[in-house]
C-alpha cells in the first residue's frame, strides 16, 4: 500500500493551479473536468504520480470558499533552503506565515505558507535533524 494523494477542495482552480505550480514549483500532472457532475480536478506535484504522492485540487462549481475546520493541519514539503524557499514564495506574491527557523527547543528548520484558500504548508529543511 502507498499514499496516492491528498485532496483539497479550492475556490478558484485556475488560482490554486498557479499557486501550486508557479509558486511551489510543482508540475500540472492532469486535469478531470466532470461537468454534469459539478466538479473539475486537478492534480498536482513533483514527480510521477505512478511513483509518488500528489495533490488533487477538487473545484465543486459555484462554491468559492470553505469552512477550514479544527482537524486539518498541514501538508509538509521538503526543501533544500527553508529560507531561500520563503523568499521565492513572498517574492511571487505569495503568505508566508512563519518565516523559516528552527523548530521551538530543535533544531530541524522549519516554515510555514499559506495557499489560496489558506491551507497551510509546511517546509522541512533537507539535511536538519527531524526533531
Known sequence: MR????M????????????????LGMNLIRTTERPDQGYSLAFVGYGNESQGA????????G????????????????VADAYKQCEDVARAGGKVTRPAGPV?????V???????DGYKI???????PME
Open 110 to 116: 522549519i516554515a510555514f505558507v499559506e495557499d489560496p
Open 8 to 23: 483539497l477542495r479550492v475556490g478558484d482552480l485556475q488560482k490554486s493551479i498557479d499557486f501550486y505550480t508557479q509558486v
Open 54 to 61: 500528489v495533490i488533487e485540487l477538487t473545484y465543486n462549481h
Open 122 to 128: 509546511e517546509f522541512i529543511e533537507r539535511g536538519t
Open 63 to 78: 462554491v468559492s470558499s470553505y469552512e477550514m475546520g479544527g482537524a486539518y493541519g498541514h501538508i509538509a514539503i521538503e
Open 104 to 108: 521551538k527547543g530543535g533544531k530541524t
Open 3 to 6: 499514499i496516492l494523494h491528498t
